[in-house]
């Protein structure tokens, strides 16, 4: 049975032609881009050549203001730690939206610790900010405020523009993370008045191990990494060269190719919701339309995820993406499908499905198909 | 190696779980778990001079929730009821070639379910002489 991936939002293959691209100085060795030979200034030439294609995604004032990381993660701890510390003189409070990925909401939490507040934006039931409860949480003592630009489990893409006045009318910084979002929407870090923002190379296609923090010109942030000083003293390490490379031509690609890709995959992504739709008691989570282009987020009343994926794989092959509490090291539901106001029983019940370029318009009925029999293959098992 | 992922014989009482269903009139009925949980298992059984002579079981809950239901009515079905109280959730674990730990106990609810069907079975008959 061939397999067909639906979930990119986890994991995605290397573009073939960003391999062209940067293997061949995997092969041929690296020098160190701190070195002053030959070899350490080609290392540092393809490092800049790289932040330029990432700094042009965004819309970004010049490459100065990206850093290159490990990944989101890293990005994300280091905008929210780097940022609060730096600028504790000027407030303790720091706030997010009650969806961000954990590593936003455990960068927060290790703040309180240092005394820190932390103030937590509610979203509605199809994921949106609340913004009226940005200005009643926000205070001026708010340092940094952490909205995502668009959701990884929900696919709901946040009013970021409207997001940014409303933070900058109380609050310092906005720290925008973009993983799910970049190459899929475009963004311009300038016309939203964005001062952080968190790129990771991996979800656009290009090799793990490298992700990107855009520091607006001006934001005062201290490294959360100490060493040798690369990346202008803000992440210290020797550069991850190869997946940095990656992570460049990744972009590139990504910002030719993002509307002709998102309008394919947007039209299989339709027909795949409105076929699944069609099963009893199943219903889309998320936004119905302000949703990235290449996510479908459903839930099904009366069975469990973690049986949902197994199925999907075991059955038909198919690699799909669930926030059941099964499927979690904690245990407990996704925390995005609580504060969208699922009840524990209906969290239990999510199966997302994200597209990309391997899927085409022919695997919709495959796809669909293998949905409805694993829903109703697991309902007749089950007691409720 | 830690155990990575699920047995080979979790995944095939999963994708084929054998007594699946209802008995109607059971001897005895037992139900455990919750479905805010994520994990809920009733269990069927038929009794005849003790002897399990028939079981099925309902399960809504993970990959590990629906084979562990599966293994024990494979392991209760022709079993003494004496004998199948004596069925621990390690025994249904172990049979299943193990579990990922966290597995344990959240969807390992099995054996409870079999216990408190026997158990209703063995107050119908004592209410009965």
């Known amino acids: 049975m061939r397999k067909i991936y639906l979930d990119h939002a986890s994991s995605m293959p290397v573009d073939p032609r960003i391999l062209d691209f940067a293997g061949p100085f995997l092969k041929s060795g690296f020098g160190n881009s701190s070195s002053l030979h030959s070899m350490g200034l080609e290392a540092k030439r393809v490092i800049e050549d790289a932040r330029e294609k990432v700094a042009r995604l965004i819309n970004a004032e010049n490459e100065d203001c990206i850093i290159f990381t490990g990944g989101a993660t890293e990005s994300n701890n280091l905008a929210i730690k780097g940022t609060a510390l730096r600028n504790i003189g000027k407030g303790k409070k720091v706030a997010a939206s009650a969806i961000e990925h954990i590593s936003v909401l455990n960068s927060m939490k290790e703040l309180l610790k240092s005394g820190f507040e932390l103030g937590i934006i509610p979203v509605d039931s199809t994921g949106i900010v609340d913004i009226e409860r940005i200005n009643a949480i926000l205070t001026k003592d708010t340092t940094l405020t952490s909205i995502m630009y668009a959701n990884n489990e929900i696919g709901t893409i946040e009013p970021i523009r409207e997001i940014s006045e409303a933070v900058h009318e109380k609050s310092l910084y906005l720290h925008v993370d973009a993983t799910a979002a970049a190459g899929r929407i475009p963004i311009d870090v300038q016309k939203d008045a964005i001062d952080l923002l968190t790129l990771s190379s991996n979800d656009m296609y290009g090799p793990q191990g490298a992700g990107a923090l855009y520091i607006k010109p001006g934001v005062k942030l201290q490294p959360i990494l100490l060493g040798g000083g690369q990346e202008r003293g803000l992440r210290s390490g020797t550069e991850n060269i190869f997946a940095i490379l990656g992570m460049g031509e990744a972009a590139k690609i990504m910002k030719n190719e993002m509307k002709q890709e998102n309008e394919r995959v947007k039209e299989i992504r339709d027909k795949l919701v409105e076929e699944i739709l069609k099963i009893e008691e199943a219903y889309l989570t998320g936004h119905p339309s302000q949703r990235l282009p290449n996510h479908a987020s459903f839930r099904f009343s009366r069975i469990e995820g973690e049986s949902i994926l197994l199925n999907m794989d075991m059955k038909y092959n198919m690699q799909v993406s669930t926030g059941s509490a099964c499927s979690s090291k904690t245990l407990e539901p996704s925390h995005v499908l609580l504060a969208i106001g699922l009840k524990h029983e209906e969290a239990h019940g999510s199966m997302v499905l994200t597209l990309g370029r391997s899927n085409n318009i022919g695997e919709i009925p495959l796809i669909s198909k293998a949905a409805k029999e694993t829903v109703e293959r697991l309902r007749e098992l089950s007691p409720l | ?129």
């Not at chain 2, 809504?60 to 004998?83: L, N, P």
Request: one cysteine or more.
């Open chain 2, 1 to 129: 190696m830690a155990q990575i992922g699920y047995s080979k014989k979790v995944l095939d009482h999963f994708t084929n779980p054998r007594n699946v269903g209802v008995i109607d009139a059971p001897d005895g009925h037992g139900k455990v778990g919750n479905p805010v949980c994520g994990d809920l298992m009733e269990i069927f059984i038929k009794v005849k001079d003790d002897i399990i002579t028939d079981i099925k079981f309902r399960t809504f809950g993970c990959g590990s929730a629906i084979a562990t239901s599966s293994m024990v009515t494979e392991m209760a079905k022709g079993m003494h009821v004496d004998e199948a109280l004596k069925i621990t959730r390690n025994d249904v674990a172990d049979e299943l070639e193990g579990l990922p730990p966290k597995k344990m106990h959240c969807s390992n609810l099995a054996s409870d379910a079999l216990h408190e069907a026997v158990k209703d079975y063995k107050g119908k008959m004592g209410n009965k002489l």
